[in-house]
């Protein structure tokens, strides 16, 4: 029986597990002797091969909540023994504060490393997302933490885990500070990060690493040379990105002297088909779900490689295939039982390039103006005839005479998706919680690509005839761009 435990938890496979467990603790001197032995000789078997490269983050997860679900049966047990005998908790290998920073909702990969580290015996105090920096620092004091963790998906979200790093310092703390996410990099954190903390920050590629790195940290024998390799590495990487930055840049002046030359005089261009703000309520799922770009879904459970080929992939294959199957599944729940609300704004307004590298964007019942859109140009030599590009240009300038316009819109496909979250979530089922949120994001990522085409072929019309299939889309075959806030093309403007 402890052997069908430990086959459990390797497959990931939860069916009989209560029973399962129940009949090893009923055989077993003491419920935690459970844990201890065949859930742990599972979990270890796990960790191995998600070491060795032969288990992936799907099959991780679900090996979690087959943990999960054992450890839940056994905790009333082992609570009225610990009552009873007098005896104090075990102790965790450390505690670890995680939180994606302020301005940031993004908590895929966070979910994914708080799940293997809970496996490996770390208690993990995630703090959730949008998290302001003291929240973290209290946090960190009202918990005893060994370390904090931070991650961020989006632009901004570099700069805010600076300004911890710089708390931390100022407030005093000297435990160790995790960066990871899909925007932070080791160069990254070496050169804008690191050298506002004396002590150690390290940066986190992915799950598999976080395991290695706490536990380097955390270790009596092993933390001063992993630190020392660590801070090696960050000043290679700061030498490295010194040289980049003294790449010579050309003056403003001389960029917007070599901007594209545009015969706007030869050029009229398409007037919408509406001008002004629209808005689409519980936009129906099932049409968002077409436009889906599964290649990120694959990469955001750490599986490379691009759909669908990654189906087929000699070494990743197998899991991808079981995790599409279970997203398939979840995906038409989604969709017949209306789990979640997607609602978006469009607007379609006037506009003229001022002042070289700007945009006035104007109101489309008066021509008065509502905003001008700082933009940013290429300041890098460029040769061989090629213009140092701004996204002004883009758009005709105000004394050429040209009516032109602008488009912008805002999208989501999460509203709703909190309870079905703490329903996974209250019944242990990590897996199936982040596999959600996963589907959330790329429905609304979808969302995106959906209503772009309508603008291209309804809205705006000026692409009414355009063919293109969804591979086309998620190569950007079509015409027209899509720049995103936050991007050093398209900063932000507040």
Known sequence: ???????????????????????????????????????????NVVGDLFGAGKMFLPQVVKSARVMKAAVAHLEPFIEEEKIRLGLADAPAKGVIIMATVKGDVHDIGKNIVGVVLRCNNYKVIDLGVMVPCQTILDAAREHQADIIGLSGL??????????????????????????????????????????????????????SRAVG?????????????????????????????????????????AARANKEKID???????????????????????????????????QSWEL??????????????????????????????????????????????????????????RRPDNGASLMTWVGLRQQLPKTDGKANWALADYVAPKDSGVDDYIGAFAVTAGIGIEPHV?????????????????????????????????VRREFWGYAADEQIDNEGLIDEQYRGIRPAPGYPACPTTR
């Open 1 to 43: 029986m402890e052997k069908r435990l430990e086959h459990a938890l390797v497959k990931g496979i939860t069916t009989f597990i209560v029973e399962d467990t129940e009949e090893v603790r009923l055989k077993s001197a003491r419920p935690i002797h459970v844990i201890e032995g065949p859930l742990m000789d599972g979990m």
């Open 154 to 207: 989006i632009t901004p979200s570099l700069e805010e885990m600076s300004h911890v790093a710089k708390e931390k310092q100022r407030q005093g703390f000297d435990i160790p500070l995790l960066i990871g996410g899909a925007t932070t990099s080791k160069v990254h954190t070496a050169v804008k990060i690191a050298p506002h903390y004396q002590h150690p920050v390290v940066y986190v590629p992915d799950a």
């Open 213 to 253: 790195v706490c536990s380097n940290l955390l270790s009596d024998t092993l933390k001063d040379a992993f630190v020392a390799e660590n801070l090696a590495e960050q000043q290679r990487a700061r030498e490295g990105h010194a040289n980049k930055a003294n790449r010579k840049v050309v003056s403003l002046e």
């Open 264 to 298: 706007w005089a030869g050029y009229v261009p398409p007037k919408p088909a509406w001008l002004g703000v629209r808005r689409f309520e519980n936009y129906p799922l099932s049409e968002i779900a077409q436009y889906i770009d599964w290649t990120p879904f694959f």
């Open 304 to 361: 490379a490689g691009r759909f669908p080929r990654i189906l087929d992939d000699e070494i990743v294959g197998e899991s991808a295939r079981a995790l599409y199957e279970d997203a398939q599944v979840m995906l038409k729940r989604i969709v017949d039982e209306n789990w979640l609300t997607a609602n978006a704004v469009i607007g379609l307004f006037p506009a003229a390039s001022v002042d070289d590298d700007d945009i006035e964007i």
């Open 422 to 454: 703490k329903r996974f979530e209250d019944a242990n089922d990590d897996y199936s919680a982040i596999l959600l949120k996963a589907l959330a994001d790329r429905l609304a990522e979808a969302f995106a690509e959906l209503m772009h085409a309508r």
